[in-house]
Every structure is written in structure tokens, then in C-alpha cells.
T-cell receptor, first 114, second 112 residues
């Protein structure tokens, strides 16, 4: 089924660890996005990509990095996790081209740094 | 850049009553306005959207209206049901940009 998938769903790690949150979509979308969201709160854009080898920082400053080597894959990496990184991370994708369309969101990764 | 303001931040309604959420945007070039519903512990899902060449759009119990002159758009939910309880986000974007700018969200609680 065409969708966007995030793994892991939940992650608890210690301070200082390096982690990568995975995001893959099977819809052939060119545009992909990472949002940080505390429960029931605003969606903060931290990174986005308009295609392979294209990445940009979003509105919210983040210590994470992203890569886009393949169209379907947009992983987010934290080199050294801190308790302040505890949050939910949502990946999304959208079509490109002339037609404006909404985003399809993944189910999210809930990260807890202890 | 675009700025989207959403009100109210919380909304409590009796089952069967109507709910209205309002959003304003700053960039007159914005031409696409989707609404997302996020139930507790789930992903945001697109429930309805409207483009700038349309003033109103309905889908069963939900409707969205757009006033381009005043730069605001609203979500209307009629005959609310407990399953309408969720956080609702409005958003805006323009063709040349593509990114959605989200409002801060409205927590809707429908009480039986």
C-alpha cells in the first residue's frame, strides 16, 4: 500500500547517543519534510527536501541533520542526543508539480532521551 | 514569509452542536488551504482543503469557507460527534513555495 513509514515508532535512548530516525515513502513524492511536535502542540518544521540531494533547514532551529540520497528515503540523524530532544518527530511528503496538494504524514517516532 | 494564526486554541462543544475554527494568513499570494485532524496518538490527516478560486467547499458534516479579501478561512463542523474530538490544524501555502505553514492547532472536545 502506498504510504509513508517511520521507524522506530518509539525510542528511548541515553544522553550522548547517536540516533537515526527512518522515513520512507512509496508514493513517489519529490517533497519530504520533518516536523517536531510536542503532544497536541504546534507542528515545527525542522528540515525539508524538494528532491534528491536537496535539503534545507526549516523554521525551527534543530541540531539534527538530514540526507536525501534516494527519492523514497529521508532519514534524520541526531549526532548526540540530549533530553531537550525528547519529542515526537513526524515525517511527511507531498507531490510536486503544478497541482498543490496536502501532505501525507507518517505515524511518527516518539523519542525520549534520558 | 507566511504567518498563519488559528483561533481558538481550545473549543468545547456539546454533541450535536456546531464547531467553528478560524484562521488568518498574511501572504496574499497563498492559494491553497488544507485542514488536518490529529486524533490522540495518531498522525495528522487531511480532512478537507480549498483553493483560492473557490469560496466554499463541503464534505458531509465539514465545510471550509475562504475570504481572500480578508485573508481568512474557517472550518465548520456541524452535528458534532464524540469522534470529532481531536486537534485540528489549518495551513496555507502558495504554488511557488510549496511548503505548508501551519496554524498552532485547536483542541476540540465534544462532550456527550
Amino acid at each position: 500500500e502506498a504510504d509513508i513509514y517511520q521507524t522506530p515508532r518509539y525510542l528511548v535512548i541515553g544522553t550522548g547517543k547517536k540516533i537515526t530516525l527512518e522515513c520512507s515513502q512509496t508514493m513517489g513524492h519529490d517533497k519530504m519534510y520533518w516536523y517536531q511536535q510536542d503532544p497536541g502542540m504546534e507542528l515545527h518544521l525542522i528540515h525539508y527536501s524538494y528532491g534528491v540531494n536537496s535539503t534545507e533547514k526549516g523554521d525551527l532551529s534543530s541540531e539534527s541533520t538530514v540526507s536525501r540520497i534516494r527519492t523514497e528515503h529521508f532519514p534524520l540523524t541526531l549526532e548526540s542526543a540530549r533530553p531537550s530532544h525528547t519529542s515526537q518527530y513526524l515525517c511527511a511528503s507531498s507531490e510536486s508539480g503544478q497541482a498543490l496538494t496536502g501532505y501525507t504524514f507518517g505515524s511518527g517516532t516518539r523519542l525520549t532521551v534520558v | 514569509g507566511e504567518n498563519v494564526e488559528q483561533h481558538p486554541s481550545t473549543l468545547s462543544v456539546q454533541e450535536g452542536d456546531s464547531a467553528v475554527i478560524k484562521c488568518t494568513y498574511s501572504d496574499s499570494a497563498s492559494n491553497y488551504f488544507p485542514w488536518y485532524k490529529q486524533e490522540l496518538g495518531k498522525r495528522p490527516q487531511l480532512i478537507i482543503d480549498i483553493r483560492s478560486n473557490v469560496g466554499e467547499k463541503k464534505d458531509q458534516r465539514i465545510a471550509v469557507t475562504l475570504n481572500k479579501t480578508a485573508k481568512h478561512f474557517s472550518l465548520h463542523i456541524t452535528e458534532t460527534q464524540p469522534e470529532d474530538s481531536a486537534v485540528y490544524f489549518c495551513a496555507a501555502s502558495k504554488k511557488s513555495w510549496g511548503k505548508l505553514q501551519f496554524g498552532a492547532g485547536t483542541q476540540v472536545v465534544v462532550t456527550p
